[in-house]
């Protein structure tokens, strides 16, 4: 096994384990965008401090935009009070598809190809910057994508389907 991996996934498990990419998203403001990947929690992290699949932008209030666990949920952020959208499903230490779209003006999340049931109107002014994933021990992520557009709910079914092929079989 090769540090940081497990099979072909990135393995995001202590606070010095951070990724960030070379280049700028390119996404800011209010600007649309889709992040998709495959996700895994280790089950001692379940309820430990907010951790960050991935993130980008700057600390301050609304101008951040990621992902991660806390406190046995899933938290969309903006940085900030009344910027995060906390408790949207519960986290799981098995594999799971998570995509979350934002159009300008709602996110909306999908877990497996599946919307979960509300969605959460925010004006993100996010801060274009590199992307970054870890700084806080979460897990597994593999098969990342930023779109810089919102998916529609036929795309996300689709890429849904079309990434269950590879990584699923993987880590059967």
Do not use: C
């Amino acid at each position: 096994m090769t540090l940081g991996k497990s099979g072909n996934a990135l393995v995001l498990d202590s606070a010095q384990t951070i990724v960030r990419s070379k280049k700028n998203v390119g996404i800011s403001g209010a600007s649309p965008r889709t992040v998709s990947s495959w996700i895994k929690v280790h089950k001692e992290q379940e309820r430990a401090a907010l951790g960050s699949f991935v993130s980008w932008g700057e600390n301050s209030p609304g101008a951040q935009f990621g992902f991660g666990p806390w406190k046995g949920h899933y938290i969309l952020w903006g940085y900030g009070e009344r910027h995060d959208w906390a408790d949207v499903t519960p986290v799981s230490d098995e594999w799971q598809h998570h995509i979350v779209t934002y159009d300008g003006r709602t996110a909306r999340w999908y877990v497996n190809g599946e919307a979960v049931k509300k969605t959460f109107d925010h004006q993100y002014q996010t801060k274009d910057a590199s992307m970054k994933l870890g700084g806080v021990p979460v897990g597994l992520v593999d098969e990342l994508a930023i779109f810089n557009r919102a998916l529609t709910n036929q795309e996300v079914q689709i890429l849904f389907q079309v990434s269950k092929g590879g990584l699923a079989k993987e880590y059967r």
